[in-house]
């Protein structure tokens, strides 16, 4: 019986370093802003070429997740996404997305895509 807890030790110990609810806000966030912001460009009249790449930056604290997309559109014009949830541990975070298409801000919104109210 002691073998096995000394063997559970070092499985419990890499379990209690996963927060699966960040993993889970990291993963919608991601999978959201990719769509969003389609929509969105889509609705200016860009097209998004083969989808958007994206990924999780690094963060200080549990309470704000960054996202980075990277794509193209159709006509081969660089486009950026930055998505950042501020209190993403709390029930109602805040967002704010930044689109650029080569460099020249086109968005800056609370929410992307169908059904965004943004109050501003």
């Keep these: 019986m002691k073998a096995v807890i000394l063997a559970l ?3 419990l110990m890499v379990a209690a370093c996963e927060n699966p609810v960040r993993k889970v806000a990291e ?3 991601r ?3 990719a769509r969003g912001a389609a929509d969105e460009l889509r609705g200016l009249g860009y097209t998004i070429r083969a989808g958007m790449r994206c990924r999780t930056l690094s963060a200080d604290t549990l309470s704000v997740v960054r996202v980075q997309c990277v ?3 159709h006509r081969g014009e660089p486009v950026r ?4 949830a501020y209190q993403a541990n709390s029930p109602h975070p805040r ?5 650029t ?5 086109v968005v800056r919104k ?3 895509g169908q059904g965004c109210q943004d109050p501003r």
């Excluded at 967002?95 to 689109?99: D, G, P």
């Excluded at 298409?101 to 801000?105: A, I, K, Y």
């Design 9 to 11: 030790i070092p499985l």
């Design 27 to 29: 993963s919608s966030l």
């Design 31 to 33: 999978n959201a802003t």
């Design 71 to 73: 794509g193209r559109t």
């Design 81 to 84: 996404v930055n998505a950042v």
């Design 95 to 99: 967002q704010e997305y930044v689109i």
């Design 101 to 105: 298409v080569s460099g020249r801000e």
């Design 110 to 112: 609370p929410c992307l």
